[in-house]
């Protein structure tokens, strides 16, 4: 009798390497918009994980809004793809987190994420792969964690939409045009495509 044949074994799932891990939703990794070319070598990690000119710009204006408001003295303004632990299973970056600096006092500043809630928190576009969820899931369940763990207020600017979503926890969330002055905070308002004609630039 002829020995049974043996059923072939399913490819081994490639290991994607940690660092080109974003964040982590709901116990799920995230990667980097762009891993696969990193991947398949088709581009450096370096190619993906620069901001454009663009985004730069409006990070470069809205950190200079909130510094000129805030101040450093009574906040602390973090940028950079700031860390935030949310839970075991929820690590999440902010692109620029408002802190009030009592809650950020020196002895919860070290190497580890902030488990601390910032009171404002602004995201530039997305810098996430999305081929297994969709941008809206995506927007969704990060701003929910982000309101559900005490942040006050969460911004989402669109830059190819040109459109600014902003969540409050308890009220519902609204899509501005970007044309039009968004409050940040009372006597702080934001108006991108203004700074950006006053440096030359007519999107």
Same mark, same amino acid.
């Given at each position: 009798m002829e020995a049974a044949k043996q059923a072939p074994k399913p490819p081994k799932k490639r290991k994607i390497p940690d660092y080109l891990v974003y964040e982590i939703l709901d116990g799920v990794p995230l990667y980097r918009e762009g891993y696969k070319s990193v991947l398949n070598k088709s581009k450096t990690l370096? &190619?993906?994980?620069?901001?454009?000119?663009?985004?730069?710009? +409006?990070?470069?204006? $809205?950190?200079s809004l909130l510094f000129g408001f805030f101040g450093i003295e009574n906040y602390a303004i973090y940028s950079n793809e700031a860390g935030l632990h949310i839970s075991k299973s929820n690590n999440l970056a902010g692109d620029i987190?408002?802190?009030?600096?009592?809650?950020?006092s020196g002895d919860k500043i070290g190497k580890k994420y902030s488990d601390i809630p910032p009171l404002l928190a602004f995201e530039i576009d997305i810098e996430v792969d999305l081929s &297994?969820?969709?941008?809206?899931?995506?927007?969704?369940?990060? +701003?929910?964690?982000? $309101?559900?763990?005490g942040v006050k207020?969460?911004?989402?600017?669109?830059?190819?939409?040109?459109?600014?979503?902003?969540?409050?926890?308890?009220?519902?969330?609204?899509?501005?045009?970007w044309e039009k002055d968004i409050e940040i905070v009372p006597g702080l308002a934001m108006n991108i495509p203004d700074h950006l004609r006053k440096r030359g630039l007519e999107l």
């Open positions: 370096e &190619d993906i994980m620069g901001s454009s000119t663009l985004q730069s710009e +409006i990070h470069m204006y $809205l950190n987190l408002v802190y009030d600096a009592k809650a950020m &297994d969820m969709t941008e809206t899931a995506y927007v969704t369940r990060k +701003i929910e964690k982000l $309101l559900h763990f207020k969460v911004f989402w600017i669109s830059t190819e939409a040109r459109r600014v979503l902003v969540a409050e926890p308890g009220q519902d969330w609204t899509t501005i045009a």
